[in-house]
């Protein structure tokens, strides 16, 4: 069994130092007309070359590119795709983080690639595999504002997102994604909405090329879908445990699970977690997955906290890595 | 409805009161002076001067606009938030982190037992209350929020952080009350982020508003309130302030199905758009609100604070609340 080090989505694109406000400053003065378009692109180049040179220096094994142009996960997303208007801000789940909402308008199509020159450029910079991450048609659809009748009704919605994702998935995978990721949070507030839920999943699987797929569930307790998640045709399935204490209990209890991203380090708040009780959770869980390998991961993105202390977390999961028993790097 | 409190302390408003959620912008001369501050290159003093002046034109300009119950347009804090901690014992000042779009603000950080010493908000607001014969409202962040929004390596989970806290704004209420304020507004906006901490929030906040003689309000916004309506109307305040404008008044849905039984202060304007809506917008966002609620359980204000906007459009949007109260008072 292989323990990896993976980052969940979000780094945080500010910090302390004039470098790290680059990319604050020059969204500001090209909003005054003082910056170009290139000006910006060049900002956030260089904020996504020092998300990924952090990752990589906190020994990370599978980078992302932090999400640093991201206005936020989702109508970065829906905004690149026909049919949608974007509007007014809403919060983030249960974050102080807000999105703006898309608003459907037409019928929804993919024109363009939505994160892969992104993706095309995170690899081209980055000494570690890159892992795209996409916001999952489920959530996007929660988050969306339907004003075009034939999706007035929520299922088709979650379909026609689906279908704008699967060429995205198979242009990643043809680019070389290795693992691609699908964030579905929206999932556990919702439950009895799982069969249509885990349809459109089923759907993406079949286009996810020769690239493995991951599902993260985050910002909410796991536990009642554990089983459910289980049976999906995902190769990783990520976790959130801030939620729920007694979740490693119920993966122990619950038998032989599919390789898991496990997100035993708190995404949301800055106390660094204790290395030890980290790493025994995760000799529990270990023996009870039937895979290579694991993942060991952020419960989240990275971006609710300060940078600092995001690349703390990122080398406390090191530091824990080297005290799980049984480990070969 | 709670005219009878409101007379019982002795306030009389017109139907339909105009009012702000809290903050307005900073004008120019006030952020570089904060600025400025941080730099070290003028005083402390200084800086408080120019924030005088910034409340005094607020004060002025409200009147002038029309407004009834008035605020100090929070021209002396940052973050909602970091405000409180900055001034509380216990919470140290935290790196930046986002808040929407290019906005970030520097989350605090409890590091060990939040105690209150002295008043924070008093000073302020007898200033203020002493520029106008209006009523000012007491303007506070309630427990929930700054729990919420605060990162925890103290207390041991979110309930007894949440609780440690109310402990510590009552403080700051009770102050706010002797010095003579009587309208009280203290925000929760995370009010709806976990609907099953909902209990968690109203027993805080009875916990801070418990036997005291004011009249409160609580702010709440960007929220998903249909997981916590009507449950969220046993918070023990008077009126609830609440964004409508920015979710096309889809509430007005909720209190079809189940009466809304407080007064509210009825988010009349988007807070968060550069563009003035026209009088007669505004008007009908009203009039539809009127078929729901009795018109004199209405207040109205903007969706949220104003502090983003820049101070041509904080007035422009006060503007267009106060000229649609004026013509549907009638």
Redesign the interface.
């Known amino acids: 069994m292989r323990l990896l080090l993976t980052n969940t989505g979000s780094y ?5 130092t004039p470098e790290q406000q680059e990319v ?1 400053r020059t ?2 003065a090209r ?1 005054r007309g003082e910056r170009t378009a290139e000006d910006l692109e060049a900002a956030e180049d260089a904020g996504v070359r020092a998300a990924i040179e952090d990752q990589v220096r906190a020994g990370l094994d599978l980078v992302t590119d932090g999400q640093i142009r991201w ?2 996960p989702i109508s970065h997303l829906a905004g690149k795709l026909a049919g949608i208007e974007i509007n ?4 983030f ?8 909402q898309p608003v459907v308008k037409g019928p929804l199509s993919r024109r363009e690639g939505i994160i892969l020159p992104e993706f095309a450029f995170a690899k081209s910079v980055s000494p570690k595999p890159v892992k795209p991450v996409l916001t999952g048609p489920y959530t996007l659809a929660r988050a969306t504002l339907v004003e075009h009748a034939p999706y007035k009704q929520f299922k088709p919605l979650v379909h026609a997102y689906a279908e704008c994702l699967a060429p995205e998935l198979e242009a990643l995978a043809a680019a070389g994604a290795e693992l691609i990721q699908l964030d579905e949070p929206a999932i556990l507030k919702h439950p009895t909405d799982y069969p249509m839920f885990s349809r459109a999943i089923e759907f993406l699987a079949r286009h996810k090329g020769r690239a493995r797929l991951a599902l993260y569930v985050y910002f909410g307790d796991p536990s009642p879908l554990y089983e459910r998640l289980q049976k999906l045709p995902i190769d990783v399935l990520g976790l959130d445990f801030t939620y729920n204490p007694k979740l490693v209990n119920k993966i122990v209890m619950g038998g032989p699970s599919k390789a898991l991203g496990i997100g035993l380090i708190d995404g949301r ?3 660094l977690e204790d290395i030890k009780g980290i790493a025994q959770q995760i000799d529990r869980i270990l023996p009870r997955v039937h895979a290579e390998f694991c993942y060991l991961n952020p419960s989240c993105g990275l ?7 995001a690349f703390a977390k990122l080398e406390r999961m090191a530091a824990i890595r080297a005290a799980v028993k049984g480990m070969t790097k | 409805m709670s005219r009878a409190k409101l007379a019982q302390l002795g306030i009389e408003l017109p139907l339909l009161p105009v009012t702000a959620v809290g903050s307005y912008p900073k004008p120019d001369f006030v952020a570089r002076a904060r600025s400025d501050f941080a730099r070290g290159k003028i005083t402390a003093a200084e800086l408080q001067q120019l924030e005088e002046k910034a409340t005094a034109f607020w004060i002025e300009k409200q009147e002038e606009l029309g407004v009834d119950v008035l605020v100090d347009g929070e021209q002396y804090r940052g973050d909602m938030v970091a405000y409180f901690a900055e001034n509380l014992p216990g919470f140290h000042t ?9 906005r ?1 603000y520097r ?1 605090p ?1 409890i590091a060990g037992e939040v105690k209150w010493e002295r008043p924070i908000t008093v000073t302020w607001w007898k200033f203020a209350q002493g520029l106008t014969k209006k009523p000012v409202k007491g303007m506070l962040t309630g427990p929930y929020t700054v729990m ?2 605060s ?3 103290f207390y041991p989970d979110r309930k007894s952080t949440c609780l440690a806290l109310a402990a510590v704004i009552r403080k700051e209420v009770e102050a706010l009350v002797a010095a003579g304020c009587k309208i009280i507004q203290i925000d929760e906006p ?1 009010l709806s ?2 609907p099953e901490e909902l209990p968690i929030v109203i027993e805080a906040m009875h916990f801070v508003t418990y036997d005291l003689p004011a009249y409160f309000i609580t702010h709440a916004c ?3 309130f249909e997981h916590i309506y009507p449950q969220m109307l046993e918070m023990p305040v008077h009126n609830f302030d609440l964004e409508m404008s ?2 096309s008044l889809d509430m007005l849905a909720l209190f079809r199905k189940h009466p809304f039984t407080k007064d509210i202060s009825f988010g009349a304007t ?1 807070s ?2 550069h563009i003035v809506e026209p009088v007669e917008t505004v008007r009908q966002r009203v009039e539809q609100a009127l078929e729901v609620l009795p018109k004199e359980a209405v207040w109205l204000d903007p969706d949220c604070g104003l502090k983003t906007r820049t101070v041509e459009e904080a007035v422009g949007k006060m503007r267009v609340i106060a000229e649609a109260a004026r013509s549907l008072r009638g």
Request: hydrophobic share 30%; net charge positive; no cysteine.
């Open positions: 945080p694109r500010i910090g302390e604050r969204i500001a909003e206005y936020d007014g801000l809403l919060r789940f249960d974050t102080n983080f807000y999105f703006r708040n800055t106390k971006e609710y906290l300060p940078r600092d202390r | 935290g790196g930046l982190v986002r808040s929407y779009g290019n970030y989350k950080v919420d929004w990162f925890n390596e995370a982020v976990r960007y929220g998903a920015n979710s988007d968060h758009s």
